[in-house]
């Protein structure tokens, strides 16, 4: 059985097994997500100083829409999946993924899918211009005919995210060492478990809705046009029926990275496990039944609002119990600091924070003034990139020694924190205050009041932009000379199977299950 | 230069920075001398802006104190429980009693929270008994308003100039906050709004009113606002609604009852003399002076000043095929619109006089000349005759 990996592009394109897809899945979600930066650069240039100095508002309107569905889509989401490819065999002691051939088709779709998406912005019309969020009928009769693209884009990007969870699911199901029950697993493979349901749950849902948007754009129905019978609304409650668990999914994850670092670098036991496993159940539950607080401007019925207003503010309940388990495992434990535990502990400051803007969020009379303004920006960065971001970061530093057998350089690792941690906060902090004062988002240009605010944002979003150069620059760094390291549990406080094998992990592993106590 | 460097420093970088905003008070217009002190929602003038603000307090007030315990405790094990200082870790990792309390703890929070929320909100949605009745519609990217039985109605469009947007002309005060005329209303009456869109979803958001809700083609929504205090306030359209979507600002001036009974008789008058205006005939001379400014206003936006559109967006009309051919079908685009395009009906939105100098514009200006006219009352015939 022990041969090596095959020779030559072969090795990548045939690839069936999970270390070598997880690896293109890192790589290729650090693409897009230097992409994607790219295009937010672009929207934080535009609004340095108020006025149009860059790019016409036709084109600032593009930026907006590709960089959310590329960070979303292209970074946020592949990023995790080649994490789950990379750690859960090895959390759980199976030898590969369930479906290694499917595997190796789900990730190798997902660069056709951003080819089409991306090849737009080289197009008559343009590139998607109607927001990542794609209301109709501006995405519809109002948009571009490159939307054509953009709906099979999305049809790509889905049925890879669909393979992908089915993947996930089969694996953790079915490949557990002997003695891995349930209630032992790590929480980075439960967390992932529970975002597969999500995913198989409402990628189609996804699905469904830019298909209708195809029909009404191209063979004459009516769905969401009131001329022909049908609802825009409708759209939104589609949309946001996949969109709200979609938030989740992308979260969740995050969760089940930072409940392994904290209690490493605690020296500690997760506090709480059990707990932290219903918790995320009860999030994964409630994230199906709160869609529409996304909507409560659109007016909806007085119960409906009521409905949608207390449901979502029971999540709270579930996150806070999240959040206070992490910090009482850092409770009496015997702290350090290492760049993992930087970003672990950042995630859990600044996704409380986004927590407690979120709450504020819920309270449906409050939002009408939040609602589509930049406090909403504000509220939902502090989740996807200190939530998501930091806590990717804070996985590749943590398990990268165990993947290349190299020790990234301390140093460099915690200064790239430092920046990324000032720069986000200077960055997004102040898009609270913009939006309390009344600016909207998306919006290519403002009134002169929000000047001052808008530039300090865009100072903090390039000193945030010029981090993740440090990062790329440190993970290239540490593959080709890093210092060498063959002890198997690279951090004294770690615990799992995953720090039984030699370091660095051999192409196969787990050919003879281990056995858990 | 240096006290904006130590205030940029004070407000971005202190970790109590939420304090920092609580409490601040900035009213809507006072904000304009310095953007620094815009760190929250202003109060607003009405019994429900008050109501949200009060709300919103609360539940920052609840968030300030439940963070100074989360984050007390982080900061004090980061400080205390540091291997560094060589100390020992513990090794619990479950307790019934806690793990419970910090259960039912939040969900009581949260109770209390929605009580006062609920009471809002009932509020808020009561637009029964009201006063007066504005129909809004948004359109791509202006807003128009109806007096419902008072047969006034006007758009209302923004009046930064496009240099000023392009930075060729300073920025005056209200940038991107001005329009030709603003929504007139009355201080101490019930308005109740009743909210349209002919093209996309638009948003119509007054903070100092307390009133977002959104304009969806094809559907009525409704909301009202009673404003306790004369003064001009300014908003902005909320959802994306193309590349328009920053330039559709609102103004409200809120007058004494008599002021507005005043206005509102000028308004109907001056309809009257637009109406009366339409049976006039002019010469091309005139027609093209007119339809010059009046296309530049409603149309330049996406046909572009010179005539050649956007290309894959928006189609020139210099040379076109409509332009060039017969007026009757270059009538029927303009006043009914292309549907499943986003070209708009305009026979609602304009004067037979400002569409009759459009059409005859668009045939002969740059480089197109028909050389033909159309009159005012050549539109009411087309309009009538349909």
């Known amino acids: 059985m022990a041969h090596g990996p095959a020779k030559g592009i072969g090795r990548w394109l045939f690839a069936t097994n999970h270390k070598d897809i997880g690896t293109m899945y890192l790589w290729f979600s650090f693409a897009m997500f230097l992409l994607g930066g790219t295009f937010a650069m672009i929207i934080r240039a535009e609004l340095f100083a108020p006025g149009m100095q860059l790019v016409k508002p036709e084109f600032f309107n593009q930026m907006t829409t590709m960089h959310g569905l590329v960070m979303v889509f292209g970074a946020i989401m592949p990023s995790f999946v080649g994490l789950a490819n990379w750690m859960i065999p090895l959390q759980i002691g199976a030898p590969d993924m369930a479906l290694p051939r499917m595997n190796n088709l789900s990730f190798w779709i997902l660069p056709f899918g951003f080819a089409l998406l991306a090849s737009t912005l080289f197009m008559e019309g343009g590139a998607p211009n109607f927001g990542w969020t794609f209301y109709a009928p501006l995405s519809t009769t109002y948009a571009p005919d490159t939307v054509n693209f953009f709906i099979f884009g999305v049809h790509i990007i889905g049925a890879s995210s669909i393979m992908g969870s089915i993947n996930i699911i089969a694996t953790v199901l079915n490949l557990r060492a002997p003695g891995m029950t349930m209630m032992k697993l790590p929480l980075f493979v439960w967390t992932w478990l529970i975002t597969a349901f999500l995913l198989v749950a409402v990628m189609p849902v996804l699905a469904g809705v830019v298909t209708m948007m195809l029909m009404d754009i191209n063979f004459g129905t009516s769905f969401f046009d009131a001329a022909g019978g049908g609802d825009p609304v409708l759209f939104q409650h589609i949309f946001w029926f996949f969109g709200h668990p979609e938030v989740y999914i992308i979260i969740l994850p995050a969760f089940g990275v930072v409940s392994a670092i904290i209690p490493t670098f605690s020296r500690k036991p997760l506090f709480g496990y059990s707990s932290m496993v219903y918790a995320t159940s009860a999030i994964a539950f409630l994230s199906f039944i709160v869609w529409a607080h996304h909507m409560f401007t659109t007016g909806m019925p007085i119960a409906g609002e009521l409905y949608f207003m207390y449901a979502t503010m029971l999540i709270a309940v579930p996150t806070g119990v999240k959040v206070f388990n992490w910090i009482t495992t850092m409770f009496r434990g015997s702290l350090s600091f290492e760049t993992p535990m930087l970003f672990a502990i950042a995630f859990v400051i600044l996704f409380t924070f986004g927590g407690f803007t979120g709450l504020m969020l819920a309270v449906a009379p409050a939002d009408i003034q939040y609602h589509d303004s930049y406090f909403v920006v504000g509220h939902f960065h502090y989740v996807m990139v200190a939530g998501a971001v930091f806590s990717m970061t804070a996985g590749i530093y943590y398990w990268l020694p165990k993947w290349c057998g190299k020790m990234y350089d301390e140093t460099m690792g915690k200064l790239q924190f430092w920046i990324a941690f000032i720069g986000f906060n200077i960055a997004f902090i102040p898009q609270h205050f913009l939006g309390l004062a009344g600016m909207p988002r998306r919006y290519a240009d403002y009134a002169l009041q929000f000047s001052d605010w808008n530039m300090v944002s865009s100072i903090g979003a390039f000193m945030y932009g010029a981090a993740q150069l440090l990062f790329l620059y440190n993970v290239i760094r540490t593959i080709v000379a890093g210092e060498p390291t063959s002890e198997e549990k690279t951090w004294e406080g770690a615990e799992g199977l995953e720090w039984t094998l030699p370091t660095p992990a051999p192409f196969h592993t787990f050919s003879t299950p281990p056995e858990v106590k | ?386």
């Open chain 2, 1 to 386: 230069m240096v006290s904006r460097l130590k205030q940029l420093v004070a407000y971005a970088l202190s970790p109590l920075l939420l304090l920092s905003f609580v409490g601040q008070n900035a009213h809507a217009e006072d904000a304009h001398a310095s953007g620094w002190s815009l760190l929250n929602m202003p109060q607003g003038v009405t019994s429900v802006s008050n109501d949200i603000y009060d709300l919103h307090m609360t539940v920052v007030w609840i968030c300030v104190w439940i963070s100074v315990v989360v984050y007390g405790v982080m900061f004090y094990s980061m400080f205390a429980h540091r291997k560094s200082k060589g100390y020992k870790a513990a090794n619990f990792h479950e307790s019934t009693t806690v793990e419970l309390l910090w259960t039912i703890v939040p969900v009581l929070i949260l109770i209390w929270v929605a009580f006062p929320s609920t009471k809002s909100l009932i509020e808020l949605y009561d637009t029964t008994e009201a006063d007066i009745d504005i129909k809004i519609t948004g359109y791509q990217w202006k807003w128009q308003y109806e007096y419902l039985g008072e047969g006034v109605e006007f758009m209302s469009e923004l009046t930064t100039s496009e240099p000023a947007i392009y930075n060729l002309e300073p920025k005056t005060e209200f940038y991107l906050s001005e329009v030709n005329e603003p929504l007139v209303l009355p201080v101490g009456k019930k308005v109740r709004f009743l909210l349209t869109a002919k093209d996309v979803i638009h948003s119509w958001w007054v903070p100092d009113l307390g009133v977002k809700r959104d304009a969806v083609p094809g559907f009525i929504n409704e909301t009202w606002a009673k404003i306790d205090e004369p003064g001009v306030y300014r908003g902005f359209c909320a959802e994306l609604c193309g590349k328009g979507h920053a330039f559709m600002p609102i103004v409200v001036n809120a007058v004494s009852e008599d002021e507005y009974k005043t206005w509102l008789a000028e308004k109907k008058e001056a309809a009257a003399v637009l109406r009366e205006m339409a049976k006039q005939t002019f010469t091309l001379e005139q027609l093209m002076a007119k339809g010059e400014v009046a296309y530049n206003r409603s149309c330049a936006g996406c046909h572009s000043g010179n005539g050649e559109g956007i290309p894959g967006a928006f189609p020139a009309l210099k040379g076109s095929a409509i332009a060039l051919g017969p007026v009757a079908k270059h009538l029927d685009v303009m006043v009914n619109g292309v549907s499943g395009t986003a070209m708009q009906a305009f026979g609602g939105q304009l004067s037979e006089v400002d569409l009759a100098a459009i059409i005859t514009y668009e045939r002969n200006a740059w480089g197109n000349n028909v050389g033909d006219m159309v009159q005012p009352i050549d539109v009411l015939k087309f309009k009538q005759g349909q």
